[in-house]
T-cell receptor, first 118, second 114 residues
Framework: DGGITQSPKYLFRKEGQNVTLSCEQNLNHDAMYWYRQDPGQGLRLIYYSQIVNDFQKGDIAEGYSVSREKKESFPLTVTSAQKNPTAFYLC?????????????????FGQGTRLTVV | AQSVAQPEDQVNVAEGNPLTVKCTYSVSGNPYLFWYVQYPNRGLQFLLKYITGDNLVKGSYGFEAEFNKSQTSFHLKKPSALVSDSALYFCAVRDIYGNNRLAFGKGNQVVVIP
């Protein structure tokens, strides 16, 4: 089955603790994304990566870190510097443009991880 | 940087009536435009996209969208809404000639009233 998998589905973090959210895809996609979703605020981009060993900050990168050591994997670490981490986190992947007739451009999403600070 | 605006927070429509969810975008180059739907506590599901060609694109579950370059809009439509269409809808834009970033609007809650 091809797809994108996020784990865990639910995660609880204590104050001052770092936690890592997993995102794995077997779609052979070059680009991967992390979004944070809060009620009424839509999806806000945290980090994205267009290729292995490279990534760029999104709109709300402070308090988060990522790595892209393998094409299939794009883990997100929520550090203790993130003061309000309680949210629903979504990972996505997509093909980058390979030519003018490239129609395979939509992003595929995982089922999300709900992070709660306790 | 690219951006998307979805001006309405919630769209209420009676079952069987036409449904429209509005979206306008801003991008420096040629836009790739998308609509997604989200059910509670789930990821986003792809509905349809505009890449090039006909301005009217058809997608999943009877949805369609019209690309209007002069108005920079990409409104989602369905001729006859179903109760099962009640969900959160997101418009997104990607500038593939630029930084390849995928930007989303804030989403519209659609409520279909039986």
């Amino acid at each position: 089955d091809g797809g994108i998998t996020q784990s865990p589905k639910y995660l609880f973090r204590k104050e001052g603790q770092n936690v890592t959210l997993s995102c794995e895809q077997n779609l052979n996609h070059d680009a991967m994304y992390w979004y944070r979703q809060d009620p009424g605020q839509g999806l806000r981009l945290i980090y994205y990566s267009q290729i292995v060993n490279d990534f760029q900050k999104g709109d709300i990168a402070e308090g988060y870190s990522v790595s892209r050591e393998k094409k299939e994997s794009f883990p997100l670490t929520v550090t203790s510097a993130q003061k309000n981490p309680t949210a629903f986190y979504l990972c996505a992947s997509s093909q980058t443009r390979t030519g003018p007739d490239d129609m395979n451009t939509e992003a595929f999403f995982g089922q999300g991880t709900r992070l709660t600070v306790v | 940087a690219q951006s998307v605006a979805q001006p309405e927070d919630q769209v209420n429509v009676a079952e069987g009536n036409p449904l429209t969810v509005k979206c306008t975008y801003s991008v420096s180059g040629n836009p790739y435009l998308f609509w997604y739907v989200q059910y509670p506590n789930r990821g986003l599901q792809f509905l349809l996209k505009y890449i090039t060609g006909d301005n009217l694109v058809k997608g999943s579950y009877g949805f369609e969208a019209e690309f209007n370059k002069s108005q920079t809009s990409f409104h989602l439509k369905k001729p006859s809404a179903l109760v099962s269409d009640s969900a959160l809808y997101f418009c997104a834009v990607r500038d593939i000639y630029g930084n390849n970033r995928l930007a989303f609007g804030k989403g519209n809650q659609v409520v279909v009233i039986p």
